[in-house]
């Protein structure tokens, strides 16, 4: 029992010494960051999806945007025609 005991007082330590570096992590970011965060935070909220799914799906969509803007300017500066 005293081995158990010892175990769980360390993995204690541990989840308090993790959640410390989250405090200080999140006392780090400024206001915008903290903003996008929460702003992010209420997404995952609404779908019913983990948070790498979500992360992935707005990836792929900002790449797609960046790609059709890509495309505008080429098409406005005459190198590409559609």
């Not at 965060?37 to 792929?60: A, F, L, P």
């Amino acid at each position: 029992m005293d081995s158990k005991e010892r175990e769980l007082e360390q993995r204690e330590k541990a989840l308090e010494e993790r959640e410390k570096k989250l405090e200080k992590r999140g006392k780090k970011l400024g206001f915008f960051s903290q903003a996008v965060k929460d702003k992010k935070e209420s997404w995952y909220d609404r779908v019913n999806v983990s948070v790498k799914t979500m992360d992935k799906v707005i990836g792929v969509i900002t790449l797609l945007l960046i790609i059709v803007v890509v495309l505008i300017v080429l098409e406005a500066t005459g190198v590409f025609k559609l």
